[in-house]
Structure formats: C-alpha cells, structure tokens
C-alpha cells in the first residue's frame, strides 16, 4: 500500500486543550489535569483515504508566550494546521487570530481549520457562535467545535483536514509525495522523534 506523511500542526494559546485533544486522538485517553506541553511535542497517527496510507505526523506546540517563535518554526512546510481556541475563554479566541496571521508568513497554501474545544461545558461558554461564524465566513475558514473530553468531532476534524490536503496536491505533487515517502521507508524505516520530558502542570490543557 501506498504511504503518504503530513505534517499536522496543533497552535494556540496555552491551555486550550491542544494536548487534551492529541490525546483523545491518538490514545482515545483524557485527563482532567495534566502536564501542560513545553515547546513542541510529537506523534503520529495512520489512516486511510482512497486505498493511501496517510501517516499523520502531528505536532502540539506549546501556547507560552516564551515558546513562540519555536512554534513558528514548525509553520514551515506543514501540510495543515488546526487552529484551537477554548470556548470558555474569550481571549483565547482572539489569540488564535494572531496565530492564522502568523501563519501567513510561511505558505499561504496551507490547509487550515479553525476548531473551538471545550463544546461539552456547555454552561461554561463564553465564545458566541455568531460571531464564530461572521468570523469564518469572513476569512473563509471551515469550522468545527469539538470537545477532547468526550471526543465529539475529533476524528472527524483530523479526516477532514487530511482530506483538505489531498484534494490540494496535484497529481505530479502527489506522485512525489508518495515516491518519496515509498523511498524513505524501504531504506530507513519511519522515523521517530523523542518527546521533550521537561513539563509543567496545568489544567485541562
């Protein structure tokens, strides 16, 4: 079978679920407290779209002021983002939009979705719907609201950003993709790359 890898990134402000929700997702694991990331962590996750083997090779980064300019490394040659804000939060919501401006900076061609976590609090939320949607429809942005707690839209999200990629490539784009990645794994194998190991707890990040 065909493999193809991309590269998922994971930005917002500190403590909005971003590790929260790469947890669910790959481990189907949710916990109330947890160690809050610092600067980037990684892990990879397989699906299949059309008979492909899609590896996605994601990347949390860490929302601290003092990381930032790590994270907007990591922006270039990423495949896709998701753009996560708390919807109990209203600053965190506007903090997502320096980080889309950020990302403009690397490659305009970037598929990206923005995401609200936290949708299960319901009592909880701060962050109007309408003014979500005024803002997506604005930017032209598509939407979801998820919850790493109970998983609501999580798999969907991540499908539907690889998807979003796909139709992206061309043909000559997705036949070096696939050659390249083909090439790599006979010779090498996946690579891996270790997790930082220095932490700081937080809640429900």
């Known amino acids: 079978m065909n493999e193809l890898d991309l590269k998922i990134l ?20 949710f916990e109330e407290n947890h160690i809050s990331t610092i600067g980037v962590e990684y892990k990879v996750k397989s699906i299949i779209i059309n008979g492909i083997k899609i590896n996605l090779r994601i990347w949390d980064s860490s929302g601290q002021d003092r990381f930032r300019s790590i994270t907007q490394s990591f922006f270039r040659n990423a495949d896709g983002i998701l753009f996560i804000f708390d919807l109990t939060e209203k600053k965190t919501f506007e903090g997502v939009k320096q980080w889309l401006i950020d990302s403009e900076y690397y490659d305009l061609n970037i598929k990206k979705i923005l995401v ?22 604005k930017i032209q942005l598509k939407y979801y609201e998820m919850s790493a707690k109970d998983g609501t839209n999580i798999d969907n999200t991540f499908r539907e950003l690889a998807e979003m990629i796909l139709s992206g490539l061309s043909k000559e784009d997705l036949n070096e993709k696939l050659n390249y990645n083909n090439l790599d794994i006979k010779r090498d194998g996946s690579f ?14």
């Open 10 to 29: 994971l930005v917002g402000d500190t403590c909005v679920g971003k590790t929260s929700i790469l947890s669910k997702y790959i481990d189907d694991i």
């Open 116 to 137: 609200g976590n936290k949708v299960d609090l319901v009592e909880k939320r701060k962050v109007d719907k309408v003014i979500i949607d005024n803002f997506v429809k």
């Open 192 to 205: 891996r790359i270790s997790n930082p190991k220095k932490k700081q707890k937080k809640k429900y990040c």
